[in-house]
């Protein structure tokens, strides 16, 4: 099986760990991820805010990279790029100018025919129906899943889970055997792009996430977005600073947690990578069962 | 030979500013049959009235056109004008120069010309008119009030008394409506079961009212003076006849976990069951859903103890046709539940509870007996967080309007916490303290001043639980936008007031429009707020909007006029614009064929069929007969009719041809 893959600038730098995490899980189900050729950046954080035209552009000639490599589906794991894909896509198709504008700026014709799949997407097409046979070990711990604000905004575009209290990872979770909490915190900011510029307003905001999930029991944050990661990851010393207590509970990608209910190596999956020591372990071995998946229901509601 | 006047208005500069009224007026005197054309300024006021009067009389006309508004404002005028002068009020014609013409088109010449050919159709039109006499219908003097809340209380006693009979039919077992639920009314903190309950024993024991409770509207025939309606009376499972409320069987019934409607589910009832211990009629009701009996065919507990022998497991649903002269609908409003709010987490902490949840905990007959208690575990909450708007005003994620009552019942409910709870904290979140009303704005400077509410001007953008207290987080809009978060113990939220569920059944049903919101629509905004815009249907209290009490009683009592109004004669009359079969001489009688195409397209059942006997009676031919009692001018027979043997009086096809003709031979 064959998909597109956008890696975008996290997953090659900061957040690596996350790229080798979805790489080893897709290797290891014979999924074949290939990279859109000559891909660009994505335009998140900056072009938005500065040019219509460039932050439609930048996002639309990978898209357009994409359609002429014959690819059809388009896995996206980064939560920033997935979110400038999708509303580019939207934008396009709902302006007819501003399309034949952005055309005419990247020399290319983009047409809107790919599928783009966020990293829970992707997990609830590709992988999910083959844990069952490939699960080695249950991930049986207490974890808080984490959404932060790009995964599932705008709902209007995106039409994917529940803006509040989403569900769609704690499905997922609860698949691999773990205990997935209700928590108040699944989308609140984690201060996202001030990690460099006003770390200090991360500490808290960061903070108050890690104290309540820590509150609640949890063993660690699962997420699936490079920048929420970095922040609940890296600036932890100025969200102890904040909370005035240390919090060693630690934040993996949703991919790591698969990977490791799989069974594959912890190196591979790049858990040696974090700040925050990921010590998960003693997991139960997995043995094939029914599995009662309590929330498919609210997973029909959405 | 015709003698048509024409009257050219101006309506002030309405139409002159735009048309060139004495040039029209000029034109027109010179069409085919006109004898006599005029313009002036206001042809609606007293002096222009006598204007086209005398000339009729004057000129002897044989009809006459005005070019002036639209004939739904003055036609009405100017047939009685027409009637004052001896003229047939059928043969005056209005030739729309204002809605049409003036007022969306731009001065010149194509505008003069336009209004010159409208005015050339009307003329021709009204040459072809003929005289027509209005119908007469009789009046049923019995009012049906769908909904025994306040508001169809109130409308039925009224009625009542005026002398004149009413059905009323109520869905649930009890009259009463939401006021029943309520603990203490704004702004006099006066006890709702207190005032109300004394009025829905009055709805019972007055004589000219007839009961029907856990009954339904079924379907609904005919028009203004002379509806037949159908009532679906739902199976009690109880001979009322029999039941003398002993209540015996309620306290017997071995099913006692169900969720309580009335309590809205902060409470259990048992399967046979009254709502509540003031019910009118005191008669319980089988809820066969949950009945054991009927689930699995044995226990029949409550026939063994019931002492009148009134429970009938066998009773079926009855059917009951009733014939009433005019309607109205009170059938109230709900509130939205807590589950439809996401961000305070889609109804699942127990702790939030809506508005009317409130009312119940604070009501002396309630769950806790008057007792604020938190129903996750009954401790008395120390801090408790109202949240107003919530839904309300909300375009993106609620709905649009004010719900109007909210902002006074969340001061109520502040007060009467204070008055339970005298060390706890109120805080309210609000947007804008909404009290006009009389004593309304002094009641919520009480709940500020006396009973040291909290008021907090922010919206609160999420609630979550955390070791047992719920963490409201909101903003201060005048603390600088400062995050307000407040650790509460329980909170209630004021949701928006929506229409009943229903309400759009129930309005297709009865013929009447109702808004994007199911609410019910008046007539006019203004003048006619109590009417539909169905001729005999009404409407009072919260069904059309949401209203407080005061606000449903007053309409209800507005509603009560108007029916009194139609009551005061026994007959009604009717524009005599019908459709109607041609009648030729025999042998053929009617150029019908009598194929009945038209019975099943008439929305109003109007057609019945007319056998055409010779004198031994033998059968020569079946004709279509439209009843004109019942026929409402539509026109879709006429469109249907294969022979052309269907008319419209005043709208025939010679008319409209007629007008058509006028304006392509301009």
């Known amino acids: 099986m064959k998909l597109g893959f956008y890696p975008g600038c996290s997953l090659e730098g900061a957040s690596r760990e996350y790229n080798e995490s979805v790489q080893a899980v897709a290797e290891k189900l014979g999924i074949e991820l290939v990279s859109i050729p000559d891909w660009n950046c994505c335009g998140a954080t900056a072009a938005h805010n500065l040019d219509k035209e460039l932050s439609l552009s930048l996002p639309a000639r990978n898209l357009a990279l994409a359609e002429e490599a014959g690819l059809t589906e388009l896995v996206v794991p980064c939560a920033a790029c997935y979110s400038r894909f999708t509303v580019t896509q939207h934008e396009l198709l709902h302006d007819n100018a501003m399309h034949k504008k952005v055309n005419e700026i990247i020399g290319k014709e983009y047409k809107g025919t790919l599928r783009i799949l966020n990293v829970i997407q992707f997990i609830e097409e590709y992988i999910i129906d083959k844990l069952e046979d490939n699960m080695k070990f249950e991930i049986n711990k207490k974890v808080a899943c984490y959404y932060g604000c790009l995964l599932v905004r705008p709902n209007k575009i995106l039409n994917f889970d529940r803006t509040e209290d989403p569900q769609t990872m704690d499905v997922v979770m609860k698949k691999l055997g773990a205990d997935s909490i209700d928590w108040a915190f699944k989308t609140e900011c984690c201060g996202a792009g001030f990690s460099v510029s006003f770390t200090e307003a991360v500490g808290r905001l960061s ?37 005035g207590k240390k919090i060693d509970t630690p934040v993996i990608y949703i991919t790591q947690a698969i990977g490791l209910a799989l069974g594959i190596d912890r190196k591979k999956l790049g858990l040696n990578r974090h700040f925050v020591p990921v010590k998960l372990d003693n997991f139960k071995p997995y043995v094939k069962k029914e599995v009662v998946v309590e929330n498919t229901q609210i997973m029909e509601e959405i | 030979m015709a003698r048509i006047g024409v009257f050219i208005c101006h309506c002030g500069e309405n139409i002159s500013a735009t048309v060139d009224c004495p040039k029209v007026s000029e034109v027109a005197a010179k069409f085919p049959g006109v004898a006599y054309s005029v313009d002036y300024k206001y042809m609606c006021s007293d002096p222009g009235q006598s204007l086209v009067v005398n000339a009729i009389k004057e000129h002897k006309l044989t009809g006459i056109v005005v070019s002036a508004c639209s004939p739904r404002m003055h036609e009405p005028t100017f047939r009685r004008a027409c009637a004052e002068a001896g003229l047939n009020p059928y043969l005056c014609e209005m030739a729309n120069i204002r809605e049409h013409c003036s007022w969306v088109h731009e001065k010149g010449d194509r505008t003069d010309q336009k209004a010159i050919d409208v ?47 009413v059905v009323m039919v109520e869905r649930e ?24 309950t004394p009025r829905m024993v009055e709805v019972a024991q007055n004589p000219n009212i007839t009961l029907y409770t856990y009954a339904e509207v079924e379907s609904v025939e005919g028009f203004v003076g002379n509806f037949n309606v159908k009532i679906r009376k739902k199976a009690k499972s109880i001979d009322e006849t029999l039941c003398n409320g002993c209540g015996m069987c309620t306290t017997k019934c071995p099913q006692k976990k169900i969720p309580n409607e009335f309590e809205l589910g902060m409470g259990n009832r048992p399967a046979i069951y009254v709502p509540f211990p003031q019910a009118v009629p005191n008669v319980p009701v089988i809820d066969r859903l949950n009945c054991t009996y009927y689930k699995n065919g044995k226990c029949k507990i409550c026939e063994k103890f019931c002492q009148p022998k009134a429970i009938r497991f066998d009773q079926e649903d009855e059917i009951i046709e009733v014939a009433v002269g005019a309607i109205s609908i009170c059938t109230g409003f709900d509130v939205k539940k807590t589950d439809f709010f996401p961000e305070y987490g889609y109804g699942k902490h127990k702790d ?54 909210c902002c006074m019942y969340t001061a109520k409910h502040a007060i009467l916490y204070k008055h339970k709870v005298h060390d706890g904290t109120a805080y309210i979140f609000y947007m804008d303290i909404r009290a006009a009303g009389k004593n309304y704005d002094e009641f919520t400077r009480r709940a500020i001043e006396e009973d ?80 539909t815009n169905t001729a005999g249907i009404y409407l009072a209290g919260a069904c059309q909007s949401p209203k407080d009490i005061p606000e449903s009683v007053a309409a209800a009592s507005g509603v009560a006029g108007k029916i009194s109004c139609l009551f005061s004669s026994s007959e009604l009359t009717r524009e005599p614009l019908i459709a109607f079969v041609d009648r030729i001489a025999a042998p053929d009688y009617s ?76």
């Open chain 1, 207 to 243: 903070g108050k996430i890690i104290e309540d999930a820590s509150h609640r029991g949890a063993e660690a944050l699962v997420v699936a977005c490079p920048m929420c990661h970095s922040n609940l990851d890296m600036r932890r010393p100025a969200m102890d600073k904040y909370n």
């Open chain 2, 119 to 165: 005015v050339r159709m009307m003329v021709e039109k009204v040459k072809r008119n003929n005289a027509l006499m209005s119908i007469k219908v009789p009046v049923t003097k019995t009012a049906l009030v769908i909904g025994g809340g306040v508001a169809g209380i109130q409308a039925a006693l009224d009625i009542a008394n005026a002398g004149h009979k």
């Open chain 2, 173 to 196: 077992p009890s009259i009463g409506g939401h006021m029943s639920q309520l603990s203490e009314t704004f702004p006099t903190l006066d006890c709702s079961q207190c005032i109300l």
């Open chain 2, 352 to 405: 939030i509870i809506d508005g009317l949840q409130f009312e119940r905990m604070a009501s002396a007959s309630g769950p806790t007996l008057g007792a604020i208690r938190r129903p996750s575990d009954g401790a008395e909450p120390k801090k408790i967080v109202f949240v107003a708007c919530a839904g309300s005003r909300d375009p993106a994620k609620g709905i649009e309007y004010c719900s109007k009552i």
């Open chain 2, 452 to 531: 040291n509410a909290q008021y907090i001007r922010g919206r609160v953008s999420s609630i979550y639980e955390r070791d047992g207290k719920l963490i409201v987080i909101g903003t201060d809009t005048l603390m600088n936008h400062e995050t307000v978060e407040i650790e509460a113990d329980m909170v209630v939220l004021a949701t928006a007031g929506v229409a009943n569920q229903g309400a759009e059944e129930l309005a297709q049903k009865l013929h009447v429009s109702y808004d994007q919101h199911r609410f019910f629509s008046e007539a006019h905004p203004k003048l006619k707020p109590v009417e």
């Open chain 2, 591 to 666: 150029s019908c064929t009598g194929c009945f195409l038209c019975q099943p397209v008439c929305p109003y059942n109007a057609i019945e069929k007319e056998d055409i006997k010779d004198r031994a009676g033998n059968l020569i031919k079946s004709l279509a007969y439209i009843n004109p009692g019942l026929c409402q001018g539509c026109g879709t027979c006429v469109a249907i009719c294969k022979s052309k043997s269907i008319d419209i009086d005043g709208y025939t096809n010679q008319q409209m041809y007629s007008e058509v003709d006028a304006l392509l031979n301009s």
